[in-house]
């Protein structure tokens, strides 16, 4: 959506970058969104450098980035700062490539176990169920015993 300088609404905003006027306002008080003035009698307008903003904030988001890491970004963004940004998208590699080893894990394991529901025949007890309850994972105990 083309927009000209400090012409859209907060709805307009919104609309533009497909997300809700909440989120808008929830960004402002977090300082990741600059609030405008209100000039007065009048509404506050929104421009490409806010379409932008928000833009840069939701595809960081989608990449995993926290607010939190975003805000730090949105820091480094004058583009003198790429060893700083390569650190913290380092870091969030590492992080996604760890949950993606977990989920792996958590993968095969609930393949074990469903092959196991399949394999028991004319037994009561459910090896998932059997499992769970013994805080078993990959034949190793996982939690305390109560």
């Known amino acids: ?19 809700n006027v909440e989120t808008i306002r929830y960004y402002q008080r977090r300082g990741i969104l600059p609030e405008p003035k ?17 833009t840069f904030v939701k595809t960081a988001q989608r990449l995993g980035f926290s607010l939190d890491e975003i805000t730090e970004l949105l820091r480094l963004e004058d583009g003198t700062h790429c ?18 080893a977990s989920l792996q894990r958590i993968e095969r394991t609930l393949a074990e ?24 994972i ?3 105990r996982r939690l305390p015993r109560n």
Do not use: W
Request: hydrophobic share 40%.
């Open 38 to 54: 209100r000039p007065p009698g009048s509404i506050r307008r929104y421009g490409t450098a806010d379409v932008a903003r928000l």
């Open 1 to 19: 959506m083309q927009c000209e300088a400090n012409f859209l609404t907060i709805g307009g905003l919104a609309k533009a970058v497909g997300v």
């Open 138 to 140: 990959n034949g190793e």
């Open 83 to 100: 060893e700083e940004a390569s650190t913290l998208a380092e870091h969030k590699l590492a992080d996604v490539q760890e949950k993606i």
């Open 113 to 136: 176990l469903v092959q196991a529901c399949h394999e028991q025949e004319g037994s009561i007890t459910c090896p998932l169920i059997a499992s769970l309850h013994e805080g078993l």
